[in-house]
């Protein structure tokens, strides 16, 4: 029996443990969406979006790109953040990267893999940005610190995104996170507090900022 077979094999249970439960799941979901949540993460396979938040099939509105990238010319991108905010209104977009993602490491270290250098460009820029402060922290932990300074500059371009800041304008209550996940303990820190429309973007970013470094280099 082949893998794939068995991936038709493991839908077919899951299908029909899933009705077994609630009948009338799969039609209820046929008819709409109405997910609170946009998630916008990384393709890493260690990190499903519904699996590691506990959301069902129609819960959580899902893109994701190597190293969770928030760039205002990626229609793919602002496509789908369109859509979750404009027309599904979800309540809430959580930017999530993770602990040891090979997007970020790749940009560390400099490892050239084709078109993916193309697409992590703009993570080489964020390490140019913060040098100084990278500088500082122990080799040992620079990936880490990478990927939460990653959430962290991610989280506020997507703030700047016009859907977002045009939802604001209109007062949508619609509400960012930069959130990071350890693919170590399965677990999800929140690394940029909840933002709306009433806080001030800069000062979340910065304050963000400040405390990353205190965590890496003390100082
Ligand atoms: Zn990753």
Known sequence: ??????????????????????????LKLSKQQKPLFFWIG??????PANQIIG??????FVHRNIANIVNSADINCMSALQYAVDV????????CGHFGCGGVQAAVHGEGHGII?????????????HEAMLAQAPAERLVDLMCEINVI?????????KVIREAW?????????GWIYGIHDGLLQEVIPEVDRTVDVETVYQAAL??????????
């Open 153 to 161: 500059e991610q989280t506020y371009e997507l703030c700047r995104t």
């Open 210 to 219: 400040t405390a990353v470094t205190q965590k890496y280099t003390g100082g």
């Open 1 to 26: 029996m082949s893998l794939v077979h068995d991936l038709l094999q493991n839908n077919r249970q899951w299908a029909a443990a899933l009705k077994l439960e609630a009948p009338d799941f799969f």
């Open 117 to 129: 250098d193309y697409w992590i460009w703009d993570i080489k820029a964020i390490l140019t940005r």
């Open 55 to 60: 959301l069902m099939p129609g819960e959580v």
């Open 88 to 95: 599904l209104q979800v309540r809430h977009v959580i930017l």
């Open 169 to 177: 304008q209109r007062g949508q209550p619609v509400r960012v996170h």
């Open 42 to 47: 990384c393709c890493d396979s260690r990190v």
